[in-house]
C-alpha cells in the first residue's frame, strides 16, 4: 500500500492568513493526487484533483501543487469557513489511501 | 445533479454480515465511465477506502478486506451494495458510499460525489 503523510497534523492560524500543508507519498505517484475537506459531520469534499486541478464550484484561493511524492495544499487568505480538516489521498493504484488529516483550527 | 444516498442498520451483532445499500439518484449509475466506491471513517479517524464496483460489475477490494467482503450493482434500482461479514467493534464507523470520477486530461480518477454517510455499530 502506498503510505501518505501529512504534516502538519494540526495548525492554528487567523481568517486572512496564507496556510500550507504538505503530503508526502511513500512511492512516486506522480500527480495521482486529491485533496478534500471535511468538516465535522460532513461528508469528504473534493477541493483539489490530479494534484493541481480546481474542482468546479470550490473557491480560488485553494490551490495545489507537486508531482512524484511531495505535495502542497495552499488556501491563500483564510476564510472562517475554512476552518475544517484536510486530508490528502492518492489514485495512483489500488487500495485508495488517504493521509491522516491536517486539522485547521481558528487561532 | 446527482445525489447518492446510503441505507442500512445502524447495529450489526458481532460475528453477523454488515449490509449496506446505496442509491444512485439524478444520474444512471450505467452511464458514464465512473467507479462506485465505498469509504468508511471510525469516529477520529482518517477515511479507509472499502473498496469499488464499476458499471461492468466488475470490482476492486481493499486487500485488508478482501476476505470478508463483497459488493454488486443493481442497475434496475440504481443502487450498489456492500456486505462484510464476520463483523467485529473494529468495523465500527461512519459509512460512505462515493462516485469516482475521472479528469480525462490527467487519467486522474477522484472521488467527487459523496453520500452524507451512515453510522454502524458493531455491538452484542
Known amino acids: 500500500d502506498i503510505q501518505m503523510t501529512q504534516s502538519p497534523s494540526s495548525l492554528s492560524a487567523s481568517v486572512g492568513d496564507r496556510v500550507t500543508i504538505t503530503c508526502r507519498a511513500s512511492h512516486i505517484i506522480g500527480s495521482y493526487l486529491n485533496w478534500c475537506q471535511q468538516k465535522p459531520g460532513e461528508a469528504p469534499k473534493v477541493l483539489i484533483y490530479?494534484?493541481?486541478s480546481l474542482q468546479s464550484g470550490v473557491p480560488s484561493r485553494f490551490s495545489g501543487s507537486g508531482s512524484g511524492t511531495d505535495f502542497t495544499l495552499t488556501i491563500s487568505g483564510l476564510q472562517p469557513e475554512d476552518f475544517a480538516t484536510y486530508y490528502c489521498q492518492q489514485s495512483y493504484s489500488n487500495p485508495r489511501t488517504f493521509g491522516q488529516g491536517t486539522k485547521v483550527e481558528i487561532k | 445533479q446527482v445525489q447518492l444516498q446510503e441505507s442500512g442498520p445502524g447495529l450489526v451483532k458481532p460475528s453477523q454480515t454488515l449490509s449496506l445499500t446505496c442509491t444512485v439518484s439524478?444520474?444512471?449509475?450505467?452511464?458514464?465511465?465512473?467507479?462506485w466506491n465505498w469509504i468508511r471513517q471510525p469516529a477520529g479517524k482518517a477515511p479507509e477506502w472499502i473498496g469499488r464496483?464499476?458499471?461492468?460489475?466488475?470490482?476492486d477490494y481493499n486487500p485488508s478486506l478482501k476476505s470478508r467482503l463483497s459488493m454488486s450493482l443493481d442497475t434496475s434500482k440504481n443502487q450498489f451494495s456492500l456486505n462484510l461479514n464476520s463483523v467485529t467493534a473494529a468495523d465500527t464507523a461512519v459509512y460512505y458510499c462515493?462516485?469516482?470520477?475521472?479528469?480525462?486530461?490527467?487519467?486522474?480518477?477522484?472521488?467527487?460525489?459523496w453520500g452524507k454517510g451512515t453510522t454502524v455499530t458493531v455491538s452484542s
Open positions: 439524478g444520474g444512471s449509475i450505467r452511464s458514464g465511465t465512473y467507479y
Open positions: 464496483i464499476y458499471t461492468s460489475g466488475s470490482t
Open positions: 490530479a494534484a493541481s
Open positions: 462515493a462516485r469516482e470520477n475521472s479528469d480525462l486530461r490527467h487519467l486522474c480518477y477522484y472521488m467527487d460525489v
